[in-house]
């Protein structure tokens, strides 16, 4: 299915599907349809029969099978996830035994006798190996074969792998239609987690992470040293990873930044006053060195490092800068 703000992305590849490019490389802004949009596209690719505007007719046994995720030309990539489900602390890459896994059958004849189509999402998260071993394919691609890059992040896609592939960026939607959209799934508390996700409408719903997140928010609103290692010791139990601690703190902090320059907050809107009486006695300066030792530690957002330990240090931190608007 293609959602309805991607309808004239849609229209566009259709009018130049006799033209058609080797590899794709689908850009846009994260949970807005864009997996959905390349998911599509491959299905039309593989139709046997298809329908107007190249519509995959969806009746076939090549649309039958790609439904039921066993075309047998269809070769999907994406990052390994945790053989137990849970959520990982290691950063999860696309490695070069699964880009290997799909060189050999790509050399070989189709065995639907049609096209053949790998679909790897997202492509940022090729690691060194596996995007030179994509590089090669891709350099030289066989024939009837067809690749769609999914990126969240276009700067972080290797160039050399730009430029074998033709562009394409997804618009995300308006904020209307967003919401809408979050209404629809009967989500509670719907326009505050659209503000949280940047008005991305496709966020993954996790009530357990919001009411996390709203835990978080407390400390930050009143931050006390004992509610503070209560909350890293939670944190860590929760097994998730550094990195959507940072996340959460650093929305939060853009937010305080801009109540200190008289703005509404974008990613907690509901908030609002809470930040404006923090921004009142917040050190700009102060502000800005928390943010840029927040931003040192990105890089470790998914390394297996003292969990609870960053969270004490990093909150204790902002405990101090709250305290202290001359500091």
């Keep these: 299915m293609i959602y309805n703000w991607h309808t004239t992305a849609w229209q566009h590849i259709t009018a130049h599907w006799h033209t058609p490019a080797n590899a794709w490389l689908i850009i846009g802004k994260q949970n807005t349809g864009k997996i959905a ?14 329908q107007a505007q190249h519509e995959p007719c969806g009746v076939c046994p090549s649309c039958h099978l790609f439904t039921q995720g066993s075309h047998p030309d269809f070769y999907p990539l994406s990052p390994e996830l945790p053989e137990d489900g849970s959520s990982s ?15 050999e059958p790509l050399t070989q004849s189709s065995l639907r006798g049609g096209r053949r189509v790998v679909l790897i999402n997202p492509a940022e998260m090729l690691n060194t190996q596996a995007a030179n071993a994509l590089l090669k394919i891709l350099e030289e691609p066989p024939e009837a074969v067809v690749f769609l890059l999914v990126a969240h992040n276009r700067d972080r896609v290797l160039p050399t792998i730009k430029s074998r592939c033709r562009q394409l960026i997804l618009p995300a939607p308006s904020f209307q239609a967003a919401l809408q959209f979050v209404q629809a799934q009967n989500i509670e508390n719907a326009e505050n987690l659209l503000a949280f996700h940047s008005h991305a409408p496709l966020f993954p719903h996790a009530p357990e992470q919001d009411e996390l997140r709203d835990k978080l928010l407390n ?16 944190y860590d139990k929760a097994k998730l990873p550094l990195a959507d601690l940072l996340d959460w703190i650093a929305k939060w902090l853009i937010d ?5 320059q008289k703005m509404s907050p974008l990613y907690y809107p509901q908030h609002a006053s809470s930040l404006n009486k923090l921004a009142a006695k917040t050190n700009p300066a102060t502000l800005f060195r928390f943010q840029a030792a927040l931003n040192a530690l990105a890089p470790y957002g998914h390394h297996s490092l003292n969990v609870k330990m960053q969270a004490e240090d990093l909150l204790c931190e902002y405990l101090t800068l709250t305290q202290n608007k001359n500091r």
């Design 219 to 234: 400390v930050l609103i009143e931050p006390r040293l004992l509610a503070i290692l209560d909350y890293a010791a939670e």
């Design 37 to 50: 949009f390349a998911q599509h596209f491959a299905q039309a690719l593989l139709c046997e029969t298809p």
């Design 256 to 260: 305080l930044g801009l109540s200190q």
């Design 89 to 103: 602390r290691k950063l999860l890459q696309i490695k070069i035994d699964a880009v290997r896994a799909i060189l």
